[in-house]
Nanobody, 121 residues
Framework: QVQLVESGGGLVQAGGSLRLSCAASGSIVRAAAMGWYRQAPGKQRELVARITSSGITNFADSVKGRFTISRDNARNTVYLQMNSLKPEDTAVYYC???????????????WGQGTQVTVSS
């Protein structure tokens, strides 16, 4: 059974930094794209950053230049380094991974439980 376990959220002042981690575990054959989404109260879930298995990245315009994404393929883990945080970055951040499981015939999308990031002004 595949699980995505997130860590690293919390409360930080504007201008501060946080690092989120997400580890995928279970009977995983291969991890394709991995990424982070966020959802603020009253808003739709939106893509924050995404990274392919070969390291190609893309970011939401609102976080370009402030956030970086990286991954450890050997550990099926993805990281989100968030710098120069702003109050508008406050949201629940969800890890997403497209994974090929041992008994699966194709890739499937999996989600973490979410971690709260709160940026105070």
């Amino acid at each position: 059974q595949v699980q995505l376990v997130e860590s690293g959220g919390g409360l930080v002042q504007a201008g501060g930094s946080l690092r989120l981690s997400c580890a995928a575990s279970g009977s995983i054959v291969r991890a394709a794209a991995m990424g982070w989404y966020r959802q603020a109260p009253g808003k739709q879930r939106e893509l924050v950053a995404r990274i392919t298995s070969s390291g190609i990245t893309n970011f939401a315009d609102s976080v370009k230049g402030r956030f970086t994404i990286s991954r450890d393929n050997a550990r099926n883990t993805v990281y989100l380094q968030m710098n120069s945080l702003k109050p508008e970055d406050t949201a629940v951040y969800y890890c997403n991974a497209r994974l090929l499981e041992v008994r699966s015939s194709g890739y499937m999308d999996y989600w973490g439980q979410g971690t709260q990031v709160t940026v105070s002004s």
